[in-house]
């Protein structure tokens, strides 16, 4: 999932590449061209709209923010200004404000964009529309955000030489100081370590978006002159992003997290050649959720499908309720037997062990309080299956799941915590 949302990141690389050779040999460069700016507006568009057709809040947020610094960069073409001043609108506007959103949307809970979290937040981009606003046309304005800037460099230079930080200091000589680098690549850090943070605990196709955003406009955070096409880059990520979501959503199973019966479907349309497919069922598991309840139920699921997606030379899908398919793809029932048995063996060899409401939910601390004399109940949970493979008698992918599935009420009838194959 990572790996495809980094793709625009790498494309990017690429571009920036290709610019700086045509900048040497022919001294042309598009970067400032305004037919970049329309095509990143209407990139913000696109991806604005899909966000809100599918309801990501975050992604809609954070799109509306890559927004709001193309406008600012409008605004600086239609009034002008002086080198410092250009600067300070792309400091702020473009490498300080989206990382410090891109952090943020990391954090917060998904929200639908017309719901009042939407509109408080997008009051807070409008708020900062104003800023930037007054920042453009009031020389009030910029003496505040020069003063600013002088607070933060003469901080820096009384705690740092300038030789710590020669890769930041430049050599326009109208800054005369390395505020500003200094302000980009803090923003940068900080919401990298943020956003890196949130997907490492919810690893989810939003999270990754918004990083590989975040890396998408680290150039910006050096050179001012990249930020258009960093931006594009990083709203082109976020795209990736919403339709990476909107197949998990259609295709993954939201309480396993394993891929759901359309993916499995889809999979078996494709697949070819010799395969195997193994029908499981968890053994008595009507009977276990009227006793224990539905919420110990859930936790056998997620267990089992733990467990089923480490199977060895196959994958693993939820058909429904209780019941998951194993696709071997290029096994003889023989193979896919060995490897379904080992399964079998893990899941019963392994008590269930009920996590107690005060239970901790790290695996390291659960781990600890296990056999403390606490209140959680251990169960015997086990799994039946049945193996088919492809062969002259059943050679659809249909006809092999209904042996399968045949073979599974053999080994139920035969006592169950048990693997038949089909004949």
């Known amino acids: 999932m990572i790996r495809r949302l980094l793709a625009p990141v790498f494309l990017l690389l690429a571009v920036l590449a290709l610019d700086v050779y045509l900048t040497s040999r022919v001294g042309v460069s598009w970067r400032q061209d305004p037919r970049l700016l329309q095509a990143l507006r209407v ?3 696109l991806v604005f709209a899909l966000a809100w057709r599918l309801r990501r809040g975050r992604l809609a947020w954070v799109t509306a923010a890559a927004w709001l610094v193309a406008e600012s960069l409008r605004s600086l073409g239609s009034y002008g200004g ?15 404000l989206l990382p410090l959103h891109l952090a943020a949307a990391a954090w917060l809970g998904e929200w639908w964009v017309a719901s009042r979290a939407g509109l408080v937040r ?19 304005g910029w ?11 003469l901080g820096i230079e009384a705690r740092w030489p300038r030789w710590v930080l020669p890769g930041l200091i430049g050599n326009d000589a109208t800054l005369d100081a390395y505020a500003l680098p ?16 949130a997907l490492r605990i919810r690893r989810t196709p939003v999270e990754a978006g918004l990083l590989g955003a975040l890396v998408a406009i680290f150039p910006a955070t050096l050179r001012a002159d990249l930020t258009l096409v960093c931006f594009g880059a990083a709203v082109l990520v976020l795209g990736v992003a919403l339709v990476e979501n909107a197949v998990r959503l259609a295709f993954d199973d939201g309480l396993t997290g394993l891929p759901a019966r359309r993916a499995l479907e889809e999979s078996l349309a494709q697949i070819g050649g010799s395969y195997s497919l193994a029908m499981v069922d968890i053994d008595h598991f009507k009977k276990l959720n009227d006793r224990h309840g539905h919420e110990v139920g859930d936790q056998v699921l997620r267990k089992v499908a733990a467990r089923l997606a480490k199977v060895r030379g196959g994958r693993a899908f939820r058909y429904g309720g209780e019941e998951f398919t194993l ?10 037997e060995t490897a379904v048995e080992l399964v079998r063996q893990a899941v019963a060899g392994e008590p269930f062990t009920v996590r ?7 695996p390291q601390k659960g781990r600890a309080k296990r056999g403390s004399g606490g209140s959680d109940k251990r169960l015997k949970v086990t799994v039946s299956a049945g193996v088919a493979d492809r062969n ?7 006809e092999v799941l209904q042996a399968a599935d045949k073979a599974l009420y053999k080994a139920k009838k035969a006592g169950r915590n048990r693997v038949a194959v089909a004949k």
Not at 122 to 140: M, N, P, T, W
Request: glycine share 8%; hydrophobic share 60%.
């Open 356 to 362: 107690s409401p005060g239970r901790p939910k790290k």
């Open 122 to 140: 997008f009051g807070v981009l409008a708020a900062e529309v104003g800023l930037l606003a007054f920042l453009v046309v009031s020389a009030r």
């Open 327 to 336: 696709v071997f793809p290029g096994k003889i029932a023989v193979e896919a």
């Open 182 to 197: 200094v302000l980009r690549l803090g923003s940068f850090v900080l919401a990298a370590v943020a956003v890196a943070w």
């Open 82 to 96: 002086a080198p410092l001043e250009q600067a300070l609108v792309v400091g702020l506007a473009a490498a300080v």
């Open 392 to 398: 002259e008698r059943r050679s659809s992918p249909e």
């Open 143 to 153: 003496q505040m955000v020069a003063d600013a800037l002088q607070g933060v460099r």
């Open 43 to 45: 990139l913000v568009a």
